[in-house]
């Protein structure tokens, strides 16, 4: 359960007099996520989405809601936090930040078609070209260097031909992007398909931000495409790649660089995440009880990626 806070029906209806959104009708806490309390909130005016933030992290919050703030402005189909009556977004309930949010259609893609992948892909791609002229910084918490000192922590409980790969490959990335300025901007860090929202073929929201930062565009569009085109196998269902960058580069037609690196790059996420999950699992478990993911579909997936799996990039449409 997603619920670390509880919270009654007078604290919610209490705090929503900070707002001009109707008064609480019912309060129901959602039974999934891993890091922040979460409750569905009726009111006579609409749904809306509460959320306390539970750990760490804190001084973060600004950028997320500035971000969000930026994106819905620019007609990105994501949650734009709301506003009290004096123009403030972020507050405090229940000793514990919070923050409030209207309600996105929909649920999430298990099985995302073409059309669904398409939507994603055309999302994505406005949100980067919009998102590269965002003026916020937050440090990409997950980037090369993070795995160059984190994976040592990780190694005593691999095999040995795993500590050898993961070595190796953080070792080659550091070569590879030694020198390289790909393009930048505010980034998801996280877009895997239980963080949007469809209201059948339509996307109805692209949620949970709080791995935002600032980074390599090509990182967030690899993170994707592992996720949303790979199957048990971590082969690449070719259909939904063409569809989801397809759809991108009409957007953001990716450099002859992101070209180049893109092989790599699928490769860097999926370690990305292999040595993550492993970190919960071996290094520093959740503070509350839940079960961690597996981290063999990331290796999976690295597997695939080294034995040059990859299909080719679309040609952007002129």
Same mark, same amino acid.
């Given at each position: 359960?997603?619920?670390?806070?509880?919270?009654?029906?007078?604290?919610?209806?209490?705090?929503?007099?900070?707002?001009?959104?109707?008064?609480?009708?019912?309060?129901?806490?959602?039974?999934?996520?891993?890091? /922040?309390?979460?409750?569905?909130?009726?009111?006579?005016? *609409?749904?809306?989405?509460?959320?306390?933030? !539970?750990?760490?992290?804190?001084?973060?919050?600004?950028?997320?809601?500035?971000?969000?703030?930026?994106?819905?402005?620019?007609?990105?189909?994501?949650?734009?936090?709301?506003?009290?009556?004096?123009? #403030?977004?972020?507050?405090?309930?229940?000793?514990?930040?919070?923050?409030?949010?209207?309600?996105?259609?929909?649920?999430?893609?298990?099985?995302? /078609? &073409?059309?669904?992948?398409?939507?994603?892909?055309?999302?994505?791609?406005?949100?980067?070209?919009?998102?590269?002229?965002?003026?916020?910084?937050?440090? /990409?918490?997950?980037?090369?260097?993070?795995?160059?000192?984190?994976?040592? =922590?990780?190694?005593?409980?691999?095999? =040995?031909?795993?500590?050898?790969?993961?070595?190796?490959?953080?070792?080659?990335?550091?070569?590879?992007?030694?020198? #390289? =300025?790909?393009?930048?901007?505010?980034?998801?860090?996280? &877009?895997?398909?239980?963080?949007?929202?469809?209201?059948?073929?339509?996307?109805?929201?692209?949620?949970?931000?709080?791995?935002?930062?600032?980074? =390599?565009?090509?990182?967030?569009?690899?993170? #994707?495409?592992?996720?949303?085109?790979? *199957?048990?196998?971590? *082969?690449?269902?070719?259909?939904?790649?063409?569809?989801?960058?397809?759809?991108?580069?009409?957007?953001?037609?990716?450099? !002859?660089?992101?070209?180049?690196?893109?092989?790599?790059?699928?490769?860097?996420?999926?370690?990305?995440?292999?040595?993550?999950?492993?970190?919960?699992?071996?290094?520093?478990?959740?503070?509350?009880?839940?079960?961690?993911?597996?981290?063999?579909?990331?290796?999976?997936?690295?597997?695939?990626?080294?034995?040059?799996? #990859?299909?080719?990039?679309?040609?952007?449409?002129?």
């Amino acid at each position: 359960m997603a619920v670390f806070t509880p919270l009654s029906d007078d604290q919610v209806a209490e705090f929503l007099e900070r707002y001009s959104v109707g008064r609480l009708q019912t309060l129901k806490g959602v039974p999934h996520g891993t890091e /922040n309390s979460t409750f569905f909130v009726t009111t006579e005016q *609409d749904e809306w989405v509460l959320t306390l933030f !539970e750990q760490g992290g804190f001084e973060d919050l600004p950028f997320f809601v500035d971000l969000l703030d930026y994106l819905a402005a620019r007609q990105l189909p994501v949650p734009g936090p709301v506003h009290d009556r004096d123009g #403030v977004a972020l507050q405090r309930l229940a000793g514990r930040p919070a923050l409030l949010f209207p309600r996105m259609p929909g649920s999430h893609p298990s099985a995302p /078609n &073409l059309t669904q992948c398409a939507a994603l892909g055309d999302a994505l791609g406005r949100m980067h070209q919009a998102s590269q002229d965002f003026t916020g910084e937050r440090a /990409n918490p997950r980037d090369l260097a993070w795995l160059q000192r984190r994976h040592r =922590e990780v190694l005593p409980f691999l095999s =040995e031909d795993d500590q050898a790969l993961m070595s190796r490959e953080i070792a080659d990335y550091a070569q590879v992007f030694s020198d #390289v =300025e790909l393009p930048q901007g505010a980034i998801h860090g996280d &877009l895997f398909r239980d963080n949007t929202l469809y209201d059948g073929d339509r996307l109805g929201g692209i949620i949970d931000f709080y791995n935002g930062c600032s980074g =390599e565009l090509l990182f967030d569009l690899a993170i #994707v495409i592992n996720d949303w085109t790979s *199957d048990d196998a971590g *082969d690449i269902d070719e259909a939904r790649y063409a569809a989801i960058l397809g759809a991108y580069l009409a957007h953001r037609p990716l450099t !002859e660089q992101e070209r180049e690196l893109w092989p790599v790059m699928l490769r860097l996420t999926a370690l990305r995440y292999w040595l993550s999950r492993l970190l919960v699992i071996h290094v520093d478990p959740p503070a509350h009880d839940i079960t961690p993911h597996d981290p063999a579909r990331f290796r999976t997936l690295l597997g695939r990626r080294l034995e040059g799996a #990859v299909p080719t990039l679309p040609i952007a449409a002129e």
